[in-house]
């Protein structure tokens, strides 16, 4: 029998708090392998192990729903897993050292007394541009109340809400890139969960994205080279990647 440590001791190995260890065991997430006379959490090797790829996936921005689902999935290989984790994390990497260049460049903006136009933002942002999807929106749908609601609400981003959502996208594309690039389905339910976060991050902050709207816009995502060509940039094959898994997920919704 391998050796066993207590919760208190896990939980400064790992960095976080008893309530924490006692919250993912109470969810079924990291369960302790028994308990000490006295009712103190023990836990091996395994749960050491299956807590590390917890905290790899937390890390990613998966939440705990999504990764009890992962890690309990029928098949599921940690090595595979591993691989997969460690794909997303040079992809974060390469995301944090683009925007500490973006922050850098706004500091010397700001520092300079120069008031950040459009242009600027989205020179800081790269290829993103937030007005996409209000001309996806006028495009589809025309002067309609969609899309009178998402000009109102874009009319009243501030910059930071701008970067915000940035931040957010471009976590849900590093998701898909790294499951594209490990060969999972489009219509896994990995993929189909990061659809559904891409479905509610337009909701959150264009329009409300019915999953009927959404799947239009996943099959524009292909059938315009102007939106395939944006997001093919961040990996090729993208576009049809993503355009599957929200057809995928618009019929599981």
């Known amino acids: 029998m391998d050796p066993t440590v207590t919760v208190g001791e896990l939980a400064r190995l790992a960095g976080l708090t008893v309530r924490t260890l006692h919250h993912y065991d109470e969810i079924g997430l990291v369960v302790p392998r028994g308990r000490t006379e006295t009712g103190y959490r023990l836990y091996g090797d395994r749960q050491i192990e299956r807590l590390q790829e917890v ?3 937390r890390e990613l921005g998966f939440g705990l729903d999504e990764i009890r689902e992962i890690i309990g999935a029928p098949g599921y290989d940690r090595m595979a897993a591993l691989e997969r ?3 997303l994390l040079e992809a974060k ?6 925007m500490i260049d973006a922050v850098d460049t706004t500091i010397e903006m700001e520092r300079n007394g120069m008031k950040l136009s459009k242009e600027d933002m989205l020179e800081v ?6 007005s996409e999807h209000q001309e996806e929106t006028r495009t589809r749908w025309g002067e309609t109340e969609l899309y009178e ?3 109102r609400r874009t009319a009243r981003h501030s910059k930071a809400d701008w970067q915000q959502l940035h931040r957010e996208a471009e976590e849900i594309n590093r998701g898909l890139v790294g499951l594209m690039n490990s060969g999972i389905r489009a219509d896994s339910i990995e993929t189909m969960d990061l659809a559904e976060r891409h479905r ?5 902050w264009f329009y409300d994205c019915t999953p009927e709207i959404h799947r239009g816009l996943g099959e524009m995502y292909v059938a315009d080279q102007r939106f395939a060509q944006t ?7 993208l576009a049809q990647y993503l355009s599957d898994a929200i057809a995928a997920n618009a019929v599981r919704s």
């Open 55 to 57: 905290l790899f996936f």
């Open 85 to 87: 984790q460690r794909g």
């Open 93 to 98: 990497a390469d995301h944090l050292l683009a």
């Open 125 to 130: 942002f790269g290829d993103f541009d937030p």
């Open 149 to 151: 609601d998402s000009a």
């Open 200 to 204: 509610a991050h337009i909701s959150k």
């Open 231 to 237: 997001i093919d940039r961040a990996a090729p094959g």
